[in-house]
C-alpha cells in the first residue's frame, strides 16, 4: 500500500481566517514533504521534514506554518493568507529521509482557494 | 542547484500510436529519475522511474531510458490509449539539491480515440 490521505479535498477561505491542511500515511515513511502547485506548472517543494523534524524549508511566507505531530502526520497551518496563495497542496512522503533518491509518493492533494 | 528541461510541452497521437517524452538535466550528480502522471484533479502517480546504474527499464507499455553521458532521459508509451491522456512530469534526484525533487515544466498527452 502506497497511499498517503490529505484532508479536505477542497477549502475556501478569507484572508482572515485560520485553517489547517492534513496529511497522513501508514507506511512507515519517515520523510514527509509539502509541495504547492499552480495549475498547469509542476510541483513546487515547500517544506520537508525528516524524522518528524523540520529539514528544509524552501524561503515559504511564514503565513504557512507546518507541523509534524509524529510520524505518520503532517500539518499545514494557514493563516492571513493571500488570493495568490490559491493553489492545489499536496503531501507526499518517502521512505529514508538519508537516502537522496527515494521515491516519493503523493497524496490527492487539496485545492485551495483564497477570497 | 538542478535544472530539468522536458519537451514537448504538449502532445496529441491517436490511439495506438506511440508516444515520447523527452527531458534532459544540468546536475551530473544526480542519479534518480521517476516520472509522474498526473491526471485531472489528482495527485502525481509515480509510473516508473530509473536509477543511474541502469540504462533502460520497462514495465508493460512504459519504458524509461537514461543516457548519463548526454544528461537525458526519456519516457515511452507505446499502444497509446485514451487512458494515458494525463500531464506527465519528469523529475531528477540524488545530486546536489539534497531531499528534492527536481521537476520538468510538464507535458500534456492527449490521445485521440
Known amino acids: 500500500d502506497t497511499e498517503v490521505t490529505q484532508t479536505p479535498k477542497h477549502l475556501v477561505m478569507g484572508m482572515t481566517n485560520k485553517k489547517s491542511l492534513k496529511c497522513e500515511q501508514h507506511?512507515?515513511?519517515?520523510?514527509m514533504y509539502w509541495y504547492k502547485q499552480k495549475a498547469k506548472k509542476p510541483p513546487e517543494l515547500m517544506f520537508v521534514y525528516s524524522y518528524e523534524k523540520l529539514s528544509i524549508n524552501e524561503s515559504v511566507p511564514s503565513r504557512f506554518s507546518p507541523e509534524c505531530p509524529n510520524s505518520s502526520l503532517l500539518n499545514l497551518h494557514l493563516h492571513a493568507l493571500q488570493p495568490e496563495d490559491s493553489a492545489l497542496y499536496l503531501c507526499a512522503s518517502s521512505q529514508d529521509p538519508r537516502d537522496r533518491t527515494d521515491t516519493q509518493y503523493f497524496g490527492p492533494g487539496t485545492r485551495l482557494t483564497v477570497l | 542547484g538542478e535544472n530539468v528541461e522536458q519537451h514537448p510541452s504538449t502532445l496529441s497521437v491517436q490511439e495506438g500510436d506511440s508516444a515520447v517524452i523527452k527531458c534532459t538535466y544540468s546536475d551530473s550528480a544526480s542519479n534518480y529519475f521517476p516520472w509522474y502522471k498526473q491526471e485531472l484533479g489528482k495527485g502525481p502517480q509515480l509510473i516508473i522511474d530509473?536509477?543511474?546504474?541502469?540504462g533502460e527499464k520497462k514495465d508493460q507499455r512504459i519504458a524509461v531510458t537514461l543516457n548519463k553521458t548526454a544528461k537525458h532521459f526519456s519516457l515511452h508509451i507505446t499502444e497509446t490509449q485514451p487512458e494515458d491522456s494525463a500531464v506527465y512530469f519528469c523529475?531528477?534526484?540524488?545530486?546536489?539539491?539534497?531531499?528534492?525533487?527536481?521537476f520538468g515544466q510538464g507535458t500534456i498527452l492527449t490521445v485521440h480515440p
Open positions: 530509473i536509477r543511474s546504474n541502469v
Open positions: 507506511m512507515g515513511h519517515r520523510a
Open positions: 523529475a531528477a534526484a540524488g545530486g546536489t539539491s539534497y531531499g528534492k525533487l527536481t
